[in-house]
């Protein structure tokens, strides 16, 4: 089992930033890539980004250039840096880890972009 805690949302304006933070615990070993996808309102999840065992990223394209992903490891600690934010980014925030067989989630940390 993998339990993921977000926190880091909040309200900010538009053109602000924020750092979002995912605390991993358990059997983190096993997971292959985390990630970070939102869901805004009557709106389907949607991939944000996500970094591999090995590094590699991978970016939606409505963030691109924006949002970095990145991970601590002696932290156990997935971060999302989110630069040029715009109201359209609004949405809960979910952390995720992915294993061979299984993926976990957090509870979401909401995000709220306001013009």
């Known amino acids: 089992q993998v339990q993921l805690v977000e926190s880091g949302g909040g309200l900010v304006q538009a053109g602000g930033s924020l750092r979002l933070s995912c605390a991993a615990s358990g059997n983190i070993f096993s997971i292959r890539a985390w990630g970070w996808y939102r869901q805004a309102p009557g709106k389907q999840r949607e991939l944000v980004a996500t970094?591999?065992?090995?590094?590699?990223?991978n970016y939606g394209d409505s963030v691109k250039g924006r949002f970095t992903i990145s991970r601590d490891n002696a932290k156990n600690t997935v971060y999302l840096q989110m630069i040029s934010l715009k109201p359209e980014d609004t949405a809960v925030y979910y952390c995720?880890?992915?294993?061979?067989?299984?993926?976990?989630w957090g509870q979401g940390t909401q995000v709220t972009v306001s013009s």
């Open positions: 995720n880890g992915l294993q061979l067989t299984a993926a976990y």
């Open positions: 970094i591999t065992s090995g590094g590699s990223t």
